[in-house]
């Protein structure tokens, strides 16, 4: 649910909670959300929050 927010809520508050929320329970598969959020998020709280959520799940595990 937190990534679908993420991704489409027209609301910066919910994309503000979805970010850090994926972030919190290290939600791995919303690391694509979070970078693209990170990077073109049109507001700044929104690039801000998803970029420490980013930090929060560390570098990428290599898939096999």
Sequence with gaps: EFVGI????NNPFQRRNAAYWI???RVEFGRSALMDAAE???DAEVRKIAAAALAKL???KPEE
């Design 6 to 9: 993420l991704k489409q809520s």
């Design 23 to 25: 972030g919190e329970l």
């Design 40 to 42: 073109k998020d049109p």
């Design 58 to 60: 560390g570098k990428a």
